[in-house]
């Protein structure tokens, strides 16, 4: 799991750096996003996942899911629920600060959203997939049918598809700003993943 984590962590670091220096694009980001943009009655899917893919709602669902854990006496998935919500509030917005990429120009793509703040890593993607990965550790950790267990994983792929395509067809973050959200989020979860499911194994 170390091993994973520090690749990851590298992978992470090295596209930042790729961003921070150049400040273009990357090679594909334009025709990527182009594609993207054309797709067909996508526009309201889009806005969908947009609206409820935001950090502050992701911490707030997730604050929400980690007091019921600890009612619940499911205490050690709700610490790690929030540790992995701490360490997403502080470190987003440093990434975002200390890279410093702007937004896709209106001159290249076709805005469709708003926006407050630079553009990479997308915060969409980097929140939404902290919470819907924890959310499939403590499923996995839970006493749940297999199914359920099955069914959340499948639904943080599915977000992580049209959470990704949304942002880009909205106009608002570059393909690479949402692989970068991706690898930052891996970076939180993994290690606290790692405490829930350690303990799904000590217990079988």
């Given at each position: 799991?170390?091993?994973?984590?520090?690749?990851?962590?590298?992978?992470?670091?090295?596209?930042?750096?790729?961003?921070?220096?150049?400040?273009?694009?990357?090679?594909?980001?334009?025709?990527?996003?182009?594609w993207t943009q054309d797709l067909p009655?996508?526009?309201?899917?889009?806005?969908?996942?947009?609206?409820?893919?935001?950090?502050?709602?992701?911490?707030?669902?997730?604050?929400?899911?980690?007091?019921?854990?600890?009612?619940?006496?499911?205490?050690?998935?709700?610490?790690?629920?929030?540790?992995?919500?701490?360490?997403?509030?502080?470190?987003?917005?440093?990434?975002?600060?200390?890279?410093?990429r702007e937004r896709p120009s209106t001159?290249?793509?076709?805005?469709?959203?708003?926006?407050?703040?630079?553009?990479?890593?997308?915060?969409?993607?980097?929140?939404?997939?902290?919470?819907?990965?924890?959310?499939?550790?403590?499923?996995?950790?839970?006493?749940?049918?297999?199914?359920?267990q099955v069914a959340a994983t499948a639904?943080?792929?599915?977000?992580?598809?049209?959470?990704?395509?949304?942002?880009?067809?909205?106009?608002?973050?570059?393909?690479?700003?949402?692989?970068?959200?991706?690898?930052?989020?891996?970076?939180?979860?993994?290690?606290?993943?790692?405490?829930?499911?350690?303990?799904?194994?000590?217990?079988?």
């Open positions: 799991m170390s091993a994973a984590w520090a690749a990851v962590l590298g992978l992470a670091l090295a596209l930042s750096a790729a961003v921070a220096l150049d400040g273009e694009p990357l090679p594909a980001d334009l025709r990527l996003t182009r009655a996508f526009h309201s899917i889009a806005r969908a996942f947009r609206w409820g893919t935001g950090t502050e709602g992701v911490l707030i669902v997730g604050g929400l899911v980690a007091i019921t854990l600890w009612l619940t006496r499911w205490r050690l998935e709700a610490a790690a629920l929030v540790a992995a919500l701490v360490a997403l509030r502080i470190m987003q917005p440093a990434i975002k600060n200390i890279v410093g001159d290249l793509v076709d805005r469709r959203g708003g926006f407050s703040s630079e553009s990479f890593p997308s915060g969409h993607m980097m929140s939404s997939f902290v919470l819907c990965a924890m959310f499939v550790a403590i499923a996995w950790r839970l006493p749940l049918p297999r199914g359920a639904g943080l792929a599915l977000v992580v598809v049209f959470n990704g395509t949304s942002s880009v067809y909205m106009g608002v973050h570059w393909p690479s700003d949402i692989v970068g959200g991706v690898l930052w989020a891996l970076v939180i979860v993994i290690p606290a993943a790692a405490v829930v499911l350690a303990r799904t194994r000590t217990h079988d």
